[in-house]
């Protein structure tokens, strides 16, 4: 499997774009981060579109996120689709949005930056790359 390093600097820049495009489409005013993975991500976003109700939480605690409202939830990648399929179940009324996602993954997301390979292992900054 092909590995593909990604930089903090890589990661700042994608963040942006992708919460210029986030507040285009739809102009939360409330986000949900993902721990481990959202946590740097979640952060640039927030601060670029300037949000201060944000919730952070780890998927073994997603169904303590109760709203009527529509929610943004922030992670870093969909890698196999489980994570996501979990946040679509426990908080039906949100927007999942990524930084990278693998192409083979369908429609777990509902918006996202960039679509990896199949045979591409993204490496992200903060994680362990054995």
């Known amino acids: 499997m092909k590995k593909v390093y ?3 600097h890589d990661i700042h820049t994608d963040c942006i774009k992708l919460a210029k495009i986030i507040k285009k489409k739809y102009n939360p005013k409330k986000l949900v981060i993902i721990s481990k993975g959202g946590l ?10 300037e949000i201060e109700d944000i919730n952070i939480i780890s ?3 997603i169904k303590e996120i109760k709203s009527l409202e529509k929610i943004i939830v922030v992670n870093d990648l969909i890698n196999t689709g ?3 399929e979990i ?4 908080i039906p009324n949100s927007k999942l949005i990524v930084l990278y ?8 997301c509902d918006l996202s930056l960039y679509k990896f ?10 994680e362990n790359a054995n």
Do not use: C, F, Q
Not at 40 to 49: C, R, T
């Open 40 to 49: 740097i991500p979640g952060s640039i976003i927030a601060h670029y579109l």
């Open 117 to 126: 390979d199949s045979n591409e292992l993204i490496v992200l900054p903060w």
């Open 59 to 61: 998927i073994r605690n």
């Open 82 to 84: 489980k994570t996501a």
């Open 101 to 108: 996602k693998k192409k083979s993954i369908k429609k777990n």
């Open 6 to 8: 990604l930089s903090y």
């Open 87 to 90: 946040i679509k179940k426990n």
